[in-house]
Antibody, heavy 117, light 111 residues
Framework: EVQLVQSAAEVKKPGDSLKISCKGS????????IAWVRQMPGKGLEWMGI????????KYSPSFQGRVTISADTSISTASLQWSSLKASDTGRYYC??????????WGQGTLVTVSS | NFMLTQPHSVSESPGRTVTISCTGT????????VQWYQQRPGSAPTILIY?????PSGVPDRFSASIDSSSNSASLTISGLQTEDEADYFC??????????FGGGTKLTVL
């Protein structure tokens, strides 16, 4: 059974750094893209970027380029999303999704990130 | 930049049929296929339709989709509406560089 399990909710202050994770199981992790999607409170889905763990090819949305870093470690079948300096506007739920052809077939449960002073 | 526009909300009665539209705007990147996701309150999105009109196994055939190339639009149709269909629905497409874009989402209310 394919599963994507994301790390637990985080509460941070503005300026803090953060790394959240997404662990894949039930499939060959390196062979599928992992996308990251943000959902701000009460809002829609925003595509942030995507990584191919097999060769670490990463593509970012222009809206998130330079604000976040997407990485993957095939030895532990885990993709990560990190910030070096959080803002209050980064508050939201972040989903990872496995992708084989331009869409997400399996999704993680989401990680809620709250940034507040 | 390529964008997808959906109606903010639609409503219909149980047992009836509803259609949700998704219109693409022209931009620098050519879009490819359209997907549709369902997101129930408090849950992650799940795929309903991929590659314009294909249904993953397990998705009821009450859900169908189509493309109108002449108007650069896609539609999701849900027939035999059930109260459990009340959710947010998002269309999504991607360009030749595997960059995705989502529509703003449509809230379906089953009255």
């Amino acid at each position: 059974e394919v599963q994507l399990v994301q790390s637990a909710a985080e509460v941070k202050k503005p300026g803090d750094s953060l790394k959240i994770s997404c662990k894949g199981s039930g499939y060959i992790f390196r062979n599928y893209w992992i996308a990251w999607v943000r959902q701000m409170p009460g809002k829609g889905l925003e595509w942030m970027g995507i990584i191919y763990p097999g060769d670490s090819d990463v593509k970012y949305s222009p809206s998130f380029q330079g604000r976040v870093t997407i990485s993957a470690d095939t030895s532990i079948s885990t993709a990560s999303l990190q910030w070096s300096s959080l803002k209050a506007s980064d508050t939201g739920r972040y989903y990872c999704a496995r992708s084989d052809g331009g869409w997400g077939d399996y999704w993680g449960q989401g990680t809620l990130v709250t940034v507040s002073s | 930049n390529f964008m997808l526009t959906q109606p903010h909300s639609v409503s219909e009665s149980p047992g009836r049929t509803v259609t949700i539209s998704c219109t693409g705007t022209s931009g620098s990147s050519a879009s490819t296929f359209v997907q549709w996701y369902q997101q129930r309150p408090g849950s992650a999105p799940t795929i309903l339709i991929y590659d314009d009109e294909r249904r993953p196994s397990g998705v009821p055939d009450r859900f169908s989709a189509s493309i109108d190339s002449s108007s650069n639009s896609a539609s999701l149709t849900i027939s035999g509406l059930q109260t459990e269909d009340e959710a947010d629905y998002f269309c999504q497409s991607y360009d030749s560089n595997n960059r995705w874009v989502f529509g703003g989402g449509t809230k379906l209310t089953v009255l």
